[in-house]
């Protein structure tokens, strides 16, 4: 069974910094597009970021290109979002997500059938 577990998320003053972690199992972790989710009340759920099998790639939305960054680690089967000069805007449920292989729009939610619970991340003074 795919398991996926958030963590990290809080309360940040605009300008400040947060870590967010997804823990996994249930899968080969190399194999699998990893991408994060974000969404604000009353809005769509939006693609934050991906990295590729193996990290052979990331892809970021515009809006937190230069400010936040995707990774993971192998030997924890863990994947992160290093979020760097917050802003309110950002302010969002942020979901973790998986599926396997490359596959076409990775930034669709629908793409993706494994999940998880999210993490509240706020940005304000």
């Known amino acids: 069974e795919v398991q996926l577990v958030e963590s990290g998320g809080g309360l940040v003053q605009p300008g400040g910094s947060l870590r967010l972690a997804c823990a996994t199992s249930g899968f080969s972790f190399g194999t699998y597009t990893m991408t994060w989710f974000r969404q604000a009340p009353g809005k769509e759920r939006e693609r934050v970021a991906s990295i590729y099998p193996g990290g052979a790639a990331t892809a970021y939305t515009d809006s937190v290109k230069g400010r936040f960054s995707i990774s993971q680690d192998n030997a924890e089967n863990t994947f992160y979002l290093q979020m760097n000069n917050l802003k309110p805007e950002d302010t969002a449920m942020y979901y973790c997500?998986?599926?396997?292989?490359?596959?076409?729009?990775?930034?669709?939610?629908?793409?993706?059938?494994?999940w998880g619970q999210g993490t509240q991340v706020t940005v304000s003074s």
């Open positions: 997500a998986a599926a396997p292989g490359w596959f076409l729009q990775p930034h669709l939610p629908r793409s993706y059938n494994n």
